[in-house]
């Protein structure tokens, strides 16, 4: 299973775009990068999802080069509700889902 | 409607009493989970059922018994509570076992020991 690196925690402001980068250097040819988020007193939430390139939905958009070992999730101009932790994983489809874990996470402050 | 709902929210006993958390989806789903998330944050799985089936036990403790009834539930009873049982269980549920399925979990029960 690919290990991930993620910074402890980012501070950002209302408004601003935040990038939060995953390294994953042992990456697999099967391998995709999920990425959760998690609120205070909640489980954690699905948030998005890729294997190469650029992925974007209405939550946030996720970056992946050619080589990908690592990744980027990129959150729009963030507000207070969007501080939570983030979690990347990078796992394959005929991995047990049981057996990818979700690491550290990085815990994203956003200040007025 | 809530997909994957845990009760009770909160738990607080004594060491040595016997506890149990009930977890239900209602999103249809083959696999459940428990996992155990410590106060450094860090969230780790326990088990996974596919079917009612145990796929994943990653070196639990015997105290620690799931029962899964039918796929749409998955129920964790805990004996002979000790202080470092005391975390947040979250118990989560995905359509199929592979790891790139999304996994979509419940707010999670508060384990406090006393």
């Known amino acids: 299973l690919a290990k991930t690196t993620q910074p402890i925690s980012m501070d950002s402001y209302e408004g601003q775009e935040v990038n939060i980068t995953c390294s994953h250097n042992n990456i697999a040819t099967n391998d995709y990068i999920t990425w959760y988020q998690q609120f205070p007193s909640q489980g954690p939430r699905f948030i998005i999802q890729?294997?190469?390139t650029k992925v974007t939905n209405e939550v946030a958009s996720l970056f992946i080069p050619a080589d990908r070992k690592s990744s980027t999730l990129s959150l729009p101009r963030v507000s207070l509700s969007d501080t939570a932790v983030y979690y990347c994983l990078v796992a394959s489809w005929n991995t047990n889902a049981g057996k990818s874990t979700f690491g550290d996470g990085t815990t994203l402050t956003v200040k007025p | 409607d809530t997909a994957v709902s845990q009760t009770p929210k909160y738990l607080v006993t004594q060491m040595g009493n016997d506890k149990s958390i009930k977890c239900e989806q209602n999103l249809g789903h083959d696999t459940m989970y428990w996992y155990k998330q410590d106060s450094k944050k860090f969230l780790k799985i326990m088990f996974s059922y596919n079917n009612k089936e145990l796929i994943i036990n990653e070196t639990v403790p015997n105290r620690f018994s799931p029962k899964s009834p039918d796929k749409a539930h998955l129920n964790l009873h805990i004996n002979s509570l000790e202080l470092g049982d005391s975390a947040v269980y979250f118990c989560?549920?995905?359509?199929?076992?592979?790891?790139?399925?999304?996994?979509?979990f419940g707010d999670g029960t508060r384990l406090s020991i006393l």
């Open positions: 989560a549920s995905s359509q199929g076992q592979g790891a790139t399925q999304p996994q979509h």
């Open positions: 890729g294997y190469k």
